[in-house]
């Protein structure tokens, strides 16, 4: 696609309950990033997805965050268990040789935990 | 360790003024820098970037930047600021290409009229 694609754009969900976000990079890039933004706190990076390399999970908090990416496009973060910390916008990018290796950004998804 | 320093939160501007806004990185390897651009509810915007060469880059919407490699700086500047460039600004580094970027916590600028 033209750009890197979120979904859902905003989840409310209640405390407990297992979410899943989903993110559509831009079409060709090899490589895949999550990151958190919460208020303050600038842009926390999660995992990060290269081709058919081991992902680096370095940055995921906790156990109840995870991610696959399938057939080297899309990918998904679940959260297992939301808590109220786990409130955010989680913003994927992609990145491949067609754009100069520049990470590009989507719009994010707002996730609220109540 | 790896970081990124903005040590502005927050700075306001008047229209028309010129803005620098500074960056400071630590990164162990060959720096690869970015400036960011955030409007409230959007994601994130590349402003610039700088991979070698010239060290002095220029990006969209009349930005550039310069690297300093002696002071670890890559500083954003602007000759005259709009009212539409409030916004929030991030510093981000990165190592080769396609690496993962450290971010700064951003700098929120403010245009008063």
Do not use: M
Request: charge should be neutral; include cysteine.
């Amino acid at each position: 696609g033209a750009g890197v694609s979120q979904s859902p754009s905003n989840k409310v969900t209640e405390k407990g309950k297992d979410v899943e976000l989903r993110c559509d990079p831009i079409s060709g890039h090899t490589a895949l990033y999550w990151y958190r933004q919460s208020l303050g706190q600038g842009l926390e990076f999660l995992i990060y997805f290269q081709g058919n390399s081991a992902p680096d999970k370095s940055g995921l908090p906790s156990d109840r965050f995870s991610a696959e990416r399938t057939g080297g496009s899309v990918s998904t973060l679940t959260i297992q268990r939301t808590q109220q910390e786990d409130s955010a916008v989680y913003l994927c990018a992609s990145s491949g040789s067609s754009s100069g290796n520049t990470i590009y950004f989507g719009e994010g998804s707002w996730l609220t935990v109540v | 360790a790896q970081s990124v320093t903005q040590p502005d939160i927050h700075i306001t501007v008047s229209e028309g003024a010129s803005l620098e806004l500074r960056c400071n990185y630590s990164y162990g390897a060959t720096p690869y820098l970015f400036w960011y651009v955030q409007s409230p509810g959007q994601g994130l915007q590349l402003l610039l970037k700088y991979f070698s060469g010239d060290t002095l880059v220029q990006g969209i919407k009349g930005f550039e930047a310069e690297f300093k490699r002696s002071q670890s700086s890559f500083n954003l500047r602007k000759p005259s600021v709009h009212w539409s460039d409030a916004a929030e600004y991030f510093c981000a580094v990165g190592g080769q290409a396609g690496t993962a970027l450290i971010f700064g916590k951003g700098t929120t600028l403010s245009v008063s009229s």
